[in-house]
């Protein structure tokens, strides 16, 4: 498995498509960076390739008619027989990549090639490949010293890097982040110290936003279809009493934080993501059903009369 190589190749695929899905290809530093959402239009069908590119092809991104009860409007689907690869090893945002002025969070398979976060210590997943991809949610396209940086920690030269960028509030953007239904439960259950090697399938579904005006209330938009509109369903192997010991943990309502818009939490604690409880990351609802024993456990729920003030205001 072959993270980078199989995403530079649907990186590849979107550059030929790039006329039709609005996206602007760029080459800075050396690199090839595709804008699909910062100055560029992008779209609907950007976001999808995004996300896929974010799993590293490891999963499938789809749009399709929400349920009306939760929000009336279309929704992000996601599945995926690769989860810790797809979701953990590439599609996580767990690269903060400050440098100068520009900021951006980071994802996609490159992390992989990066190696720093303590993350890959425990989940075994690091490459030394010949090309490195990554996703930037960011509202400027990388510097050149950006594009050093990057292939540098991914220990390449920058010819061999490919970024894709889009800002939160694009569509594009917006798209790629709600697809990440299944990674939040994923890296709830790593902080919760389950054994991810008991997972063996994933499924999502969570409400697409409409576009914000901005990046900052976009961040409150799409944290939003997560906490309060995401349901995900996992198969797993094992014991069933550890599911009905951790499941409770899992979705969003776990945390003390849950129950209000994320733009009011994120204002409450001085917009510093880092004091909001971490539990509250994760799906609304969770089901994992145990493929030994037969049984399925649900917990959590959806809080549609949230998405609607999140979505509306």
């Not at 800075?28 to 590119?53: Q, S």
């Not at 396209?141 to 594009?147: A, D, I, K, S």
């Not at 917990?299 to 999140?310: Q, T």
Request: proline share 6%; hydrophobic share 45%; net charge negative.
């Amino acid at each position: 498995m072959k993270l980078n190589q199989q995403a530079a190749a649907l990186c590849q695929s979107l550059i030929d498509r790039a006329e039709t899905l609005r996206a602007e290809v760029h080459q800075i530093g050396g690199a090839v960076v595709v804008d699909l959402g910062v100055n560029a239009r992008g779209g609907l069908e950007a976001g999808l390739a995004l996300a896929e590119i974010c799993l590293a092809g490891l999963g499938r991104v789809n749009l399709m008619p929400g349920d009306p009860a939760v929000w009336p409007g279309p929704a992000v689907v996601v599945s995926t027989d690769r989860p810790v690869a797809a979701c953990l090893a590439s599609q996580y945002a767990g690269w903060q990549i400050a440098q100068g002025e520009y900021f951006a969070m980071g994802s996609g398979p490159m992390r992989a090639a990066a190696g720093r976060e303590a993350l890959f210590d425990e989940i075994g997943v690091r490459e030394r490949p010949d090309v490195a991809v990554g996703v930037l949610e960011t509202a400027k396209l990388p510097t050149e010293e950006v594009v050093e940086f990057i292939a540098a920690e991914c220990g390449i030269a920058p010819s061999q890097l490919m970024l894709l960028a889009a800002r939160t509030a694009s569509q594009a953007g917006t798209l790629q982040v709600v697809a990440r239904s299944i990674e939040t439960a994923l890296h709830k259950l790593h902080e919760l110290k389950f054994d991810l090697r008991r997972i063996e399938s994933g499924w999502g579904v969570a409400p697409l936003p409409p576009p914000a005006a901005d990046d900052l209330a976009g961040i409150g938009r799409t944290n939003d279809a997560i906490l309060y509109g995401a349901r995900v369903t996992l198969w797993v192997r094992g014991d069933d009493a550890s599911l009905e010991s951790v499941g409770p943990s899992i979705p969003s309502s776990a945390s003390p934080d849950h129950g209000e818009p994320f733009a009011s939490i994120f204002e409450r604690y001085g917009r510093d993501f880092y004091q909001i409880d971490p539990q509250l990351f994760s799906p609304a609802e969770i089901t994992l059903c145990n493929l030994d024993s037969g049984r399925s456990y649900r917990f959590g729920r959806v809080l549609p009369a949230v998405i609607e003030r999140s979505f509306r205001t």
